[in-house]
């Protein structure tokens, strides 16, 4: 035990009601390492968890949109065409782009 980088030991009593409520909060987290977690609560006293679902959605939205423009780039590169269909296709995805931007900057205000 003398190589252990935390050789100090806390201990402290819970009810069981106590308990089941730490391993929610655990759970909430997506934390399975009791000591871990109770280290950096006491610590730091809180622990933030951000959800990134909205960003996800933009970032498949945008993804999307590129793909759409490799697509365009390359017919144009083989016929040396570009046709309006593309454009108008361009536009909208565009559009679809800036109305996720605006939900999600809605939701944060």
């Given at each position: 035990?003398?190589?252990?980088?935390?050789?100090?030991?806390?201990?402290?009593?819970?009810?069981?009601?106590?308990?089941?409520?730490?391993?929610?909060k655990?759970?909430?987290?997506?934390?399975?390492?009791?000591?871990?977690?109770?280290?950096?609560?006491?610590?730091?006293?809180?622990?933030?968890?951000?959800?990134?679902t909205?960003?996800?959605?933009?970032?498949?939205?945008?993804?999307?949109?590129?793909?759409?423009?490799?697509?365009?780039?390359?017919?144009?590169?083989?016929?040396?065409?570009?046709?309006?269909?593309?454009?108008?296709?361009?536009?909208?995805?565009?559009?679809?782009?800036?109305?996720?931007?605006?939900q999600?900057?809605?939701?944060?205000?």
């Amino acid at each position: 035990m003398a190589d252990r980088t935390r050789p100090i030991r806390i201990e402290f009593c819970v009810t069981e009601q106590e308990k089941k409520l730490i391993q929610q909060k655990m759970a909430q987290l997506g934390t399975h390492n009791m000591g871990a977690y109770l280290r950096k609560m006491a610590i730091d006293g809180y622990i933030i968890k951000v959800d990134y679902t909205e960003q996800k959605k933009l970032a498949a939205a945008v993804s999307r949109v590129a793909g759409n423009i490799n697509q365009i780039c390359r017919r144009i590169n083989q016929t040396g065409n570009f046709y309006q269909d593309d454009i108008v296709e361009l536009k909208a995805k565009q559009c679809e782009i800036w109305e996720l931007l605006k939900q999600s900057q809605r939701a944060e205000l």
